[in-house]
């Protein structure tokens, strides 16, 4: 089974800064889920990412599937981006259900 | 657009009571996932279909059982429910098995 880990744990900042998010698995994979789970519980899918960057708005996801390893970054920071990150790898290794890491819980600041 | 639908949002039941949980995926999407998440807890995988097919098993209990219809939307059965069933239940679905999976609102089963 994969093990996915997240730091840090606990994230506060203030508004405007640039957030860094990383995470490590276990058993090489296809691809790398980055999610978002607010207060209420409901989750949102970020990124999927199999090599090198994708970006989405002010959020940009990097992989290095040699290293096992990617980064979810935010620039200018919003209080708006307050909620739990997640990252999650397939937990076979393969392409079906997915291992969660323990979540990243980010507040910003005004 | 159209996304993951889960039904009902809130479930409450009785000690070996059973519940049924619904989940409808975005239209085409062929692969739905369900994943438990306790309180304080980190979702954990139970179960995926692909075309109407059990795709892969992850922690789900043997009083669970889970079936993909052929309109492609799932159910999740639990049996003899526990006070350690009480859980938020999330439906995903994908386009293709292993694409990016979107998940439903969840249902929040409390077992008293």
């Known amino acids: 089974k994969n093990e996915v880990e997240q730091s840090p744990q606990n994230l506060t900042a203030q508004e405007g800064e640039f957030i860094t998010i990383n995470c490590s698995y276990s058993v090489g994979i296809s691809a790398l889920h980055w999610l978002q789970q607010h207060p209420g519980g409901g989750i949102v899918s970020l990124f999927m990412l199999s090599s090198g960057k994708k970006k989405h708005g002010r959020l940009i996801a990097t992989i290095n599937i040699q290293e096992k390893h990617s980064s979810l970054h935010i620039t200018a920071s919003h209080p708006r981006d307050s909620a739990v990150y997640i990252c999650?790898?397939?937990?076979?290794?393969?392409?079906?259900?997915?291992?969660f890491g323990k979540g990243t819980h980010l507040i910003i600041q005004p | 657009a159209a996304g993951v639908i889960q039904s009902p949002r809130h479930l409450i039941k009785e000690k070996r009571e059973t519940a049924t949980l619904k989940c409808y995926p975005i239209?085409?999407?062929?692969?739905v996932y369900w994943y438990q998440q306790g309180p304080g807890q980190d979702p954990q995988f139970l179960i995926s279909f692909y075309e109407k097919m059990q795709s892969d098993k992850g922690s789900i209990p043997d009083r669970f059982s889970a079936q993909q219809f052929s309109d492609y939307h799932s159910e999740l059965n639990m049996s003899s429910l526990e006070l350690g069933d009480s859980a938020l239940y999330f439906c995903?679905?994908?386009?293709?098995?292993?694409?990016?999976?979107?998940f439903g609102a969840g249902t929040r089963l409390s077992v008293l």
């Open positions: 999650a790898a397939p937990t076979g290794g393969g392409a079906d259900g997915l291992t």
């Open positions: 239209p085409r999407h062929d692969t």
């Open positions: 995903a679905s994908s386009l293709l098995n292993g694409d990016i999976q979107y």
